[in-house]
């Protein structure tokens, strides 16, 4: 009897076990089944919300580009107006256009600012406002497109003008010194003594008047030249200037050209016609100039910074220059002064003197 109770004990308690194992089984498979689940619909979820971020169009990358100008004169201000023309019509660049009002430290000031702020990219119209972003962009990756600099190699800009070297190029507005000597002999056949007022702290006016004294002689002209500092010191240098000279020769002189009134003032009292560097300048009343064009060398700069935005590399970017120099002869000056067109000349633009 004993036996047979211990029997059915043991039977008893192997089914108990078994039953056990049976319903932990069943979880375990319950339990993988619904984390299977669970992980089907996270990824189900998590697709779904990827899936409109990916049919999503890109942003449009966009550009913030200062423009730095020297100051405003007609020259400068024709070089903005073609870097305008061009950059304007791309809706992605926005510009930011400052004037340095003929002062460097201001320029100085402003590149700064504009090196802080990040800017994509400076544009600096003239050699003052050139040097001053230069410098302010030394240890950043922004580019440096410059415009109307004479002579990019003696204000340090670039180490060739094929090559640049460094995160900088741009339009030159060097001249055709030779043009001008070349013209002005016509106009003033027995001229000797040959005029010029320049800023001594402007690098493209020192570098010009060196390369006027290496080719006057060529033409019979002797070169006689007074430097200036400020606006403050022209009046009594153009004084001094016009009365030893037989005509004077205008540079790309920002100082000068915003200041060319008064430089016109003194001359025409003292009966010397004054040659003009740009149109502008002889249509405010110089005699005759071998014209650049500003506004197309704007319209190059312009370019130059949009291949460059694009990802050109500035400093294998060779420095362009306008090459389409023309004459130009303002007929009232002309007629004031009691001189004939030279025959060489008789079919150049003539313009009269704008009225102020």
């Known amino acids: 009897m004993k036996h047979l109770v211990k029997t059915i004990a043991i039977i008893a308690l192997s089914l108990m076990f078994a039953l056990s194992m049976m319903a932990g089984c069943a979880k375990s498979e319950t339990s993988a089944a619904t984390d299977e689940t669970a992980a089907e619909t996270t990824a189900a ?9 990916a049919s999503e169009a890109p942003a449009e990358e966009t550009f913030t580009v200062g423009v730095l100008q020297f100051g405003s004169h007609p020259s400068l201000d024709n070089c903005y107006a073609g870097i305008a023309e061009v950059l304007g019509a791309d809706s992605r660049i926005t510009i930011d256009l400052q004037d340095g009002n003929f002062d460097s430290p201001t320029c100085d000031t402003i590149a700064k600012n504009m090196a802080a702020k990040e800017y994509d990219m400076i544009i600096a119209i003239a050699t003052p406002a050139a040097i001053s972003a230069y410098a302010a962009t030394a240890n950043t990756d922004i580019p440096v497109i410059f415009s109307a600099v004479s002579d990019p190699l003696a204000a340090g800009l670039v180490d060739d003008m094929t090559t640049p070297g460094g995160n900088c190029t741009g339009t030159s507005d060097v001249l055709d010194l030779s043009a001008q000597l070349e013209m002005i002999r016509a106009f003033q056949p027995d001229a000797v003594n040959l005029g010029v007022l320049y800023t001594t702290s402007e690098a493209n006016s020192v570098s010009q008047l060196k390369t006027l004294n290496e080719l006057a002689p060529e033409y019979g002209f002797t070169v006689v030249s007074q430097g200036v500092q400020t606006a403050a010191d022209i009046p009594q240098a153009a004084a001094t200037l016009c009365a030893g000279v037989d005509c004077i020769t205008n540079f790309t002189d920002n100082n000068v050209v915003n200041n ?9 009292a003292a009966g010397v016609p004054v ?5 502008t300048q ?3 009343g110089c005699l005759a100039s071998v014209s650049l064009d500003y506004t ?10 949009l291949d460059v935005l694009g990802g050109a590399d500035a400093s294998a970017m060779a420095v362009q220059t306008i090459t389409d120099a023309v004459p130009v002869v303002n007929s009232d000056v002309l007629a004031a002064f009691g001189m004939t067109l030279p025959e060489a000349y008789a079919s150049v633009t003539l313009v009269t003197t704008a009225a102020e």
């Open 45 to 53: 979820e998590a697709a779904a919300t990827e899936e409109p971020a």
């Open 282 to 284: 002889v249509t405010a």
């Open 260 to 268: 060319l009134a008064i430089l016109l003032e003194q001359a025409n």
């Open 275 to 279: 040659y003009g560097s740009e149109d």
């Open 296 to 305: 197309a060398l704007g319209r190059v700069t312009g370019q130059m910074a």
